[in-house]
């Protein structure tokens, strides 16, 4: 059950994120500033898929510590 609800909260967000741009793009003709939005979210769109799928995930997050840990301390890693 809960590995669905953090499937739903991922497909929603995707949805927020892919969708929310290109309804800003269809009211650019309106607004510079709209327009500008678009360009801004709409080039940020792969660092949020990257937030919802890589930094909310406890398992990734991990892997990177572990990671990070091996590179500052220069052990090896298992």
Do not use: D, P
């Amino acid at each position: 059950m809960k590995q669905t609800k953090i499937m739903v909260f991922k497909t929603l967000a995707q949805c927020v994120v892919l969708g929310c741009s290109w309804i800003l793009g269809f009211f650019t003709n309106v607004s510079k500033v709209l327009e500008i939005l678009f360009l801004i979210v709409n080039s940020q769109q792969g660092t949020f898929i990257f937030l919802i799928y890589c930094v909310f995930n406890n398992e990734v997050r991990q892997q990177y510590r572990k990671f990070f840990r091996c590179l500052c301390c220069g052990r090896k890693q298992h």
